[in-house]
């Protein structure tokens, strides 16, 4: 059995998107960027890079595996609001969730050593 374009029906793939994963054919894959389809070619470039702000909060998320308060800012600054791009989303999901996994590990683990070291 054989994989079908994602856009020709009943056409056989040539391959696959390196970028979406999407099976292409031979008219669907893009000469410019290799390995792309049509599709993730036609998008701007600016919404396939990261911005500096989601890398930033990755960061400060990573960091705040060391220091509790680095993660209520990597937290703050993964909510906030206005638009998220395509290529920010994951990113922001990733630092806002690490976030919330270190302060509930903080909480966990000083709650844990004050339970052992009764004032």
């Known amino acids: 059995m054989t994989a079908s374009c994602s856009l020709h029906a009943g056409v056989e793939a040539t391959g696959a998107c390196s ?3 999407r099976f292409v054919c ?3 894959s893009d000469v410019v960027r ?6 993730c070619a036609s998008r701007p470039a600016a919404r396939l890079e990261t911005s500096p702000h989601a890398r930033a909060t990755l960061t400060l998320s990573l960091l705040g595996v ?6 209520v ?6 909510t906030r609001a206005g638009p998220i791009s ?3 989303a994951p990113l922001l999901q990733g630092a806002r969730w690490l976030a919330i996994a270190t302060l ?9 050593w004050l339970l052992q070291n009764p004032a």
């Open 86 to 88: 395509e290529a920010d």
């Open 19 to 21: 970028r979406c994963g």
């Open 34 to 39: 290799d390995g792309w389809c049509v599709t």
């Open 73 to 78: 800012v990597a937290w703050r600054r993964s």
């Open 26 to 28: 031979g008219a669907c």
């Open 104 to 112: 509930i590990g903080w909480v966990i683990a000083t709650s844990a």
């Open 66 to 71: 060391a220091l509790p308060v680095l993660s």
